[in-house]
């Protein structure tokens, strides 16, 4: 059924078809239409969930990763500085390999306090153990909210998966939506099997225990594992996906228009939609580009992405956010990528969008067309729209 | 209510918390772990807070929990038993379990006045189904006795520690009881490690109260008191009887002393004792610091006295 509706009301729709038997969430911009939509839900009954209206984004996750491990299935949402304070509890949640879903609706870092979109919360996530997706639209929010419940609980994975979608441009705005019906979506998450959970009384088991230099190594290495087996299950559940919801996802990333493109664009997230009108705009002109998308970026598809880039001149990837010191975080992932290669693009880091600032067609524009002009791989940043 | 008898038989029934931990000789967390554990009857939950008891009873691949047992950090040991509750709940009303469960929480004074604080105070307000059990042993013993904020006035602590103008911790230590007994909780209780029988029938009582309970144990530590190994009894009896500790519960609001001392013993009695306040006898200032924590025991106990003349259970 198509509907249109907002980023927010296309998670809380999947959250209920999905119907958690808990929902621990804190309020801030601009997650928390997902949270009052689903309390909603809770207060009129449409659902069985247990919600808990906790005091903090660090208890919200607590109570998940409590509510995991006791056998239930659980969702939560945050954002930015609610991202910050329960990092902590991310990291712990991967380590006990605990299958928790979680949409960030992407809002910058403080300070400056700021409530619009950049990536700074799902950087400072990025080595914490959890799967990474993004969403260019409210439709592949909703339709990976329902992926990543698989994926998570997925016996080779189990893992935390963290949905990012951009606060704002996709959580904020009306865009039509194709949802499932409530029992496809439900048949195609399936029935929760917990494993090892505390409410087994009669099989007692020890979560969270304290492990040192004998032991701490391999239980990490073992949580590597859960990483590396997460790529192979991702395209499982995307291509099931793909099938009952008739939609054309096929890989870890989308590849617009990349096949024969000399100058491309790798960016993550609703600027994607921004850069495919401006590779339309000059492929019109004679302009062979292209953009790379990836919806995967943490375990990062390497091999994959550089097969796909192999072939162009110049690549610009466009970080929403800096990395304090170094090049952007998914610039740097290309590149690392594309190092084993012989004959390697160049490569250019752009900066943009910080703090909610619009990047636009003609931003993207002119990126491509600096690009024939790029000499050689730079390890500088260029900024999008920045006032100097 | 429960005797020593039926402690032990439930003990030998099925050992709930083992030995072949690691927790310090002389060490009262154990009495208190397994004393709450053995006055319930139905199947619990246990979860706990990074700490002493935490680091000692969960090394891989060992565990000394003969029951379910989750650590995830050390500020939200109240937020992880909410989830865990709350999933029973759930599974419950699905009909995925039908057994009746109990949840514990075991927090040392850190994870419980200070930075488990809000994550305790969020679970109370919210009305979780569960027990909740502080070991106040009155420092940051895991980590080497630093000062915490149920640490006495004047005791030495390695973040308090006696220097040649502070004598230790300056400040008066925080009443969480009566804090948590504003919450307006259905129970609420003060135990020590010293009246076993007294702690393990308040458990029981406890848990006939559907929400949150909370029970703040007086635990005594030889490592962090500066006291002998085999002295964690009389050092928590001399608690109660200086009224420094006093044993109480707040039922539904109305207040019952346990527990009167029949005379006053005087609380210096109590810090002579005691190497984290042996710098109190040898310096000149002493006197008065001793009169001054004195002073301040008689005051929250004429406090308490008041209220439960004003809000007493009655006999």
């Known amino acids: 059924m198509r509907k249109a509706i907002t980023g927010h009301k296309a998670v809380a729709e999947a959250m209920r078809q999905i119907e958690p038997d808990v929902v621990a969430v804190y309020p801030i911009t601009p997650q928390s239409e997902i949270a009052e939509y689903y309390a909603e839900y809770?207060?009129?009954?449409?659902?069985?969930?247990?919600?808990?209206?906790?005091?903090?984004?660090?208890?919200?996750?607590?109570a998940c990763v409590g509510a995991a491990a006791a056998g239930g299935r659980v969702i939560t949402a945050?954002?930015?500085?609610?991202?910050a304070l329960l990092v902590e509890v991310l990291y712990i949640a991967a380590g006990l390999r605990l299958p928790i879903v979680m949409a960030l609706a992407?809002?910058?870092?403080?300070?400056?306090?700021?409530?619009?979109?950049?990536?700074?919360?799902?950087?400072?996530?990025?080595?914490?153990?959890?799967?990474?997706?993004?969403?260019?639209?409210?439709?592949?929010?909703?339709?990976?909210?329902?992926?990543?419940?698989?994926?998570?609980?997925?016996?080779?994975?189990?893992?935390?998966?963290?949905?990012?979608?951009?606060?704002?441009?996709?959580?904020?705005?009306?865009?039509?939506?194709?949802?499932?019906?409530?029992?496809?979506?439900?048949?195609?998450?399936?029935?929760?099997?917990?494993?090892?959970?505390?409410?087994?009384?009669?099989?007692?088991?020890?979560?969270?225990?304290?492990?040192?230099?004998?032991?701490?190594?391999?239980?990490?290495?073992?949580q590597q594992a859960g990483m590396e087996a997460a790529p192979a299950v991702f395209l499982e559940v995307q291509r099931e996906f793909a099938k009952i919801a008739g939609r054309p996802y096929a890989g870890f990333f989308e590849a617009y228009k990349l096949a024969d493109a000399e100058y491309v664009l790798?960016?993550?997230?609703?600027?994607?939609?921004?850069?495919?009108?401006?590779?339309?705009?000059?492929?019109?002109?004679?302009?062979?580009?292209?953009?790379?998308?990836?919806?995967?970026?943490?375990?990062?598809?390497?091999?994959?992405?550089?097969?796909?880039?192999?072939?162009?001149?110049?690549?610009?990837?466009?970080?929403?956010?800096l990395s304090f010191g170094t090049m952007g975080a998914l610039f740097e992932d290309v590149a690392a990528a594309l190092y084993p290669l012989e004959k390697r693009p160049i490569l250019v880091n752009y900066i943009y969008g910080l703090g909610g600032r619009d990047t636009t067609v003609p931003d993207l524009i002119r990126v491509f067309e600096e690009l024939p002009h790029v000499a050689r791989t730079e390890w500088a940043l260029r900024y999008i729209g920045l006032r100097e | 209510m429960p005797s020593i008898r039926v402690l032990a038989e439930r003990e030998e029934k099925g050992v709930r918390f083992t030995s072949g931990h690691t927790l310090c000789a002389g060490c009262a967390e154990p009495m208190v772990v397994r004393t709450v554990l053995n006055a319930i009857e139905d199947p619990v939950v246990v979860a706990t807070p990074t700490g002493c008891l935490e680091v000692a009873t969960s090394r891989f691949p060992g565990t000394a929990w003969n029951v379910p047992w989750i650590h995830v950090a050390?500020?939200?040991?109240?937020?992880?038993?909410?989830?865990?509750?709350?999933?029973?709940?759930?599974?419950?009303?699905?009909?995925?379990?039908?057994?009746?469960?109990?949840?514990?929480?075991?927090?040392?004074d850190g994870g419980t006045y200070d930075i488990g604080f809000q994550a305790l105070s969020g679970a109370l307000e919210r009305g979780h189904d569960f027990l909740y059990v502080c070991l106040n042993n009155e420092a940051y013993m895991n980590t080497g006795v630093q000062r915490s904020s149920a640490t006495p006035k004047c005791a030495a602590a390695t973040t308090a520690p006696v220097g040649e103008v502070i004598p230790g911790k300056p400040q008066e230590r925080k009443d969480l009881t009566e804090i948590v007994a504003a919450h307006g909780i259905p129970y609420v209780a003060q135990a020590?490690?010293?009246?076993?029988?007294?702690?393990?029938?308040?458990?029981?009582?406890?848990?006939?109260?559907?929400?949150?309970?909370f029970i703040n144990v007086l635990t005594t530590c030889p490592?962090?008191?500066?006291?002998?190994?085999?002295?964690?009894?009389?050092?928590?009896?001399?608690?109660?009887?200086?009224?420094?500790?006093?044993?109480?519960?707040?039922?539904?609001?109305?207040y019952k002393i346990n527990y009167k001392p029949k005379e006053r013993v005087p609380i210096e009695e109590w810090l002579k004792t005691q190497g984290r306040f042996r710098h109190l006898f040898r310096d000149p200032r002493g006197k008065?610091?001793?009169?001054?924590?004195?002073?301040?025991?008689?005051?929250?106990?004429?406090?308490?006295?008041?209220k439960e003349q004003c809000f007493g259970v009655g006999d």
Request: with cysteine; hydrophobic share 45%; aromatic share 8%.
């Open chain 2, 74 to 108: 050390f500020e939200n040991a109240a937020a992880v038993i909410s989830g865990v509750e709350a999933a029973y709940k759930a599974l419950k009303k699905k009909g995925l379990i039908d057994k009746r469960v109990r949840f514990v929480v075991f927090a040392g």
């Open chain 2, 223 to 254: 490592l962090g008191w500066r006291t002998p190994r085999d002295s964690a009894i009389q050092q928590s009896k001399l608690a109660v009887e200086t009224r420094y500790w006093p044993l109480y519960e707040v039922i539904e609001g109305r």
């Open chain 1, 42 to 62: 809770v207060h009129n009954g449409l659902v069985r969930t247990e919600l808990i209206p906790v005091e903090s984004e660090h208890s919200a996750l607590s």
């Open chain 2, 192 to 213: 020590a490690v010293s009246h076993l029988i007294d702690l393990a029938n308040k458990v029981e009582r406890a848990m006939k109260y559907e929400g949150p309970k």
């Open chain 1, 106 to 222: 992407n809002r910058a870092l403080s300070a400056p306090i700021n409530i619009h979109c950049d990536h700074s919360d799902a950087y400072l996530a990025r080595d914490s153990g959890a799967i990474q997706i993004f969403a260019e639209s409210a439709q592949e929010a909703y339709d990976y909210m329902l992926m990543a419940q698989r994926i998570a609980e997925d016996m080779r994975v189990r893992l935390p998966v963290v949905v990012n979608l951009d606060g704002f441009t996709l959580t904020h705005t009306v865009q039509p939506v194709d949802l499932l019906d409530d029992a496809v979506a439900k048949a195609f998450v399936g029935e929760y099997k917990p494993y090892a959970p505390l409410l087994d009384v009669e099989h007692p088991v020890t979560w969270g225990a304290f492990a040192m230099t004998d032991y701490y190594f391999e239980l990490k290495r073992a």
């Open chain 1, 266 to 321: 790798v960016v993550l997230g609703s600027t994607a939609g921004t850069a495919k009108v401006a590779v339309d705009t000059l492929r019109a002109r004679g302009m062979r580009v292209g953009l790379l998308k990836p919806w995967l970026w943490r375990p990062f598809p390497a091999q994959e992405v550089a097969a796909a880039l192999a072939h162009a001149k110049v690549v610009a990837v466009l970080d929403r956010a």
């Open chain 2, 288 to 306: 008065e610091l001793i009169a001054q924590i004195q002073a301040e025991v008689d005051r929250r106990w004429e406090l308490l006295l008041k």
């Open chain 1, 78 to 83: 945050t954002s930015s500085q609610g991202l």
